[in-house]
């Protein structure tokens, strides 16, 4: 490691070298904190005690599979992330491998029956004997060498093998004594492949990216550190266990650094889950080897970012999604990690959120969420009897990333409620939206971030800004002078504020400088919700400086719309939501003349989300006599529909009608 330690777990641990370190995690009770497959009464008990649903679910789906032939995972699979960007083939093939191997052993650990532990070397043979751990679109041997196929002397230490890593070793710690007594040697071959693939990787190479040596740390750090640190605890040899703890330790300490103190993620909700939830997970895991003697939950940023899932939270299966996260994901997210961790600190309002999410008789968690994650879900008591209600906070601004909201009451996705974000264009898994705001009516978006598409070869590449959900030309901001807003961190915001009261809140900023455009002087946008019951409403209100040159293009406001669209009158259209509530959305001065454009959606990752098409009104704004624009959105008289206050059930999501009546046309 070549930087200096220096960040909140240095500064509150201090002195801790790698033989400190070793020591320090070295419980008597073992290295994880669920006791191993040999203590039988604890394993019959959790298995008579647990909840019976999830047991249900697991075993049935393992003895389904029991006769099959294991997933394979097949050459021409992994060259196509090279040949056409398709990385889903490999990777679906590989997790179904994994979940099975995690499915086989829960039923090893709870049934100590023989055959279950042959399923179980079956699964950790195919494991050892892949030629790579790594997921296809992270390996290097195409870029190093032009080859398709990974190189087994040049493992790359990525996701996929932290996630590896860890799973091997939930496994030997839990069935090592079962492993011994039928595949001696077995458990030494765990050893050797964790040492070559994982281990000796991490401790003699300072060029990973996720490090965060020399480039923003992002949310792979915490995801393979946190794993590895799990790993080492269980299959690193004793004279280099205290090595691979420090070296995680500082990886951890230096994305705990890159964390605000509001504790917000940049990379947007989704990936909350797979960055600051792992690294609390880890820190969770170091409090519980060191027999909480040392405890980061106390920091502010750790305690802050435990709120950040229930503040991203509008309503139902609905969340804010700037970046690349989804409006409404898919599957389920791990809430027993969130709900033990808000326990940790003390959050009532982000275990509410969690417990919101236990469904009666639902399995408490999923084996694909990580067996370690699934046992220490399916043993603990607090979650399977858990139950609560979505906190639905009535306002906040999150000032680290210049996020801002405000619904109409707490606690209620009842009415209006809006987002807008300050930011820069070259935050962590970056769209071009600076100044972009959603609206959502009874908690469903209407006023849209479309999110993103299926990942590709393309996406993290030099062509990501290719892909049309990533450019500012389908975000909810301006095109200034037929200029897009350009990509990296000095496209800012500027003089971001927010103001939150009673009656009113408000957020906003200056645009000017996301755009490369010399005429542009400002563009200054406010964006507020004036609470009213019935009456209340959003307003987005626009004013600008610019001094057009010969040859610009159009000046337009652009909204991205998700519902059914239906022109009124000049100055004002109708959305029908997914839900079926009525949005009225007006303009002033009604004299910017408007049209309509369908956006039809191929891709599963959008169309699960939004139907068939999303639909995006542009207002040109060239030839107004001042330089001003006010929209208003607030719920249309003739909204009839009737579902109020949903927080937790899916919303109605029949495709929604594009609006073919104007495709491309004007309104008025």
Request: glycine share 8%; hydrophobic share 40%.
């Amino acid at each position: 490691m070549t930087d200096a330690w220096t960040g909140p777990l240095a500064r509150l641990w201090p002195g801790l070298d790698a033989s400190a370190w070793s020591r320090a995690l070295d419980r008597a009770d073992g290295p994880l904190p669920l006791p191993p497959g040999s203590e039988r009464a604890f394993w019959e008990a959790a298995a008579a005690d647990g909840d019976q649903a999830t047991w249900a679910v697991t075993a049935q789906a393992a003895e389904a599979e029991r006769e099959r032939p294991w997933p394979g995972v097949w050459a021409h699979a992994w060259a196509r992330y090279q040949r056409d960007g398709d990385r889903e083939e490999y990777q679906t093939d590989l997790f179904a491998r994994t979940d099975r191997l995690s499915r086989a052993a829960l039923m090893a650990l709870v049934t100590d029956q023989e055959h279950w532990v042959d399923q179980v070397a079956d699964g950790l043979v195919l494991v050892c004997e892949q030629s790579s751990w790594c997921w296809p679109a992270h390996d290097d041997a195409f870029t190093r060498a032009g080859e398709v196929l990974p190189d087994p002397d040049h493992p790359f230490l990525d996701l996929g093998a932290g996630e590896l890593v860890s799973q091997l070793a939930w496994i030997d710690h839990l069935l090592g004594a079962a492993l011994d007594r039928s595949y001696p040697g077995l458990r030494r071959r765990l050893r050797q492949e964790a040492d070559r693939r994982v281990f000796q990787p991490f401790l003699t190479r300072d060029d990973w990216h996720w490090l965060g040596l020399d480039r923003p740390v992002h949310n792979w750090s915490p995801w393979i550190q946190g794993n590895l640190l799990i790993g080492a605890l269980v299959l690193s040899q004793p004279d280099q266990r205290g090595q691979l703890i420090e070296r995680a330790v500082q990886g951890l300490d230096r994305y705990l650094s890159a964390l605000p103190a509001d504790g917000a993620v940049d990379e947007g909700y989704g990936y909350w889950w797979q960055g600051a939830c792992r690294l609390l997970e880890a820190l969770d895991l170091i409090y519980w080897a060191s027999q909480g003697q040392l405890d980061a939950f106390d920091l502010e940023a750790v305690r802050q970012t435990v709120a950040f899932p229930h503040r991203m939270h509008l309503g139902g299966p609905w969340h804010l999604n700037y970046a690349d996260a989804s409006a409404r994901p898919q599957g389920q997210q791990p809430w027993a990690v969130l709900e033990r961790l808000a326990r940790r600190v003390g959050d009532r309002q982000a275990q509410a959120r969690a417990r919101a999410q236990r469904l009666p008789g639902a399995p408490v968690a999923d084996p694909a969420d990580g067996l370690g994650r699934f046992l220490l879900a399916w043993t603990d008591p607090v979650w399977s009897r858990a139950a609560g209600r979505s906190p639905l906070p009535q306002q906040f601004y999150l000032a680290s990333t210049e996020v801002f909201l405000a619904r109409q009451e707490a606690g209620l996705t009842d009415g209006l409620t809006v987002s807008a974000k300050g930011g820069h264009n070259g935050e962590n898994h970056n769209h071009n939206d600076v100044g972009s705001v959603i609206v959502a009516l009874d908690g469903v978006p209407v006023l849209v971030d479309a999110g993103r598409p299926t990942y590709t070869a393309v996406t993290f590449g030099p062509d990501r800004y290719s892909i049309w959900t990533m450019v500012s030309d389908w975000h909810n901001v301006p095109l200034v002078a037929g200029r897009s807003q350009s990509v990296g961190r000095s496209y800012a915001a500027g003089q971001a504020r927010a103001e939150l009261g009673p009656e009113a809140a408000e957020f906003s900023c200056d645009l000017a400088a996301a755009y490369d455009c010399p005429g542009l002087t400002s563009w200054r946008r406010r964006v507020r919700l004036e609470r009213a019951g019935r009456d209340s409403r959003v307003v987005i209100a626009d004013d600008w400086r610019l001094s057009p040159r010969p040859g610009d293009g159009p000046t337009e406001a652009r909204l991205l719309l998700a519902g059914q669209v239906r022109p009124v009158e000049p100055g004002r259209i109708e959305v029908t939501a997914l839900n079926g509530a009525v949005l009225e959305l007006a303009w002033s001065p009604a004299q910017a003349v408007a049209s309509l454009e369908t956006r039809p959606l191929d891709d599963p990752m959008l169309s699960q989300v939004w139907g068939e098409s999303l639909t995006r009104l542009r207002l040109d704004l060239t030839e107004l006599a001042q330089p001003s624009l006010t929209v208003v959105c607030r719920r249309s008289d003739n909204d009839q529909n009737p579902c109020r206050n949903v927080q937790e059930s899916t919303p109605r999501t029949a495709p929604c009608p594009s609006p073919s009546d104007f495709p491309g046309s004007p309104l008025n």
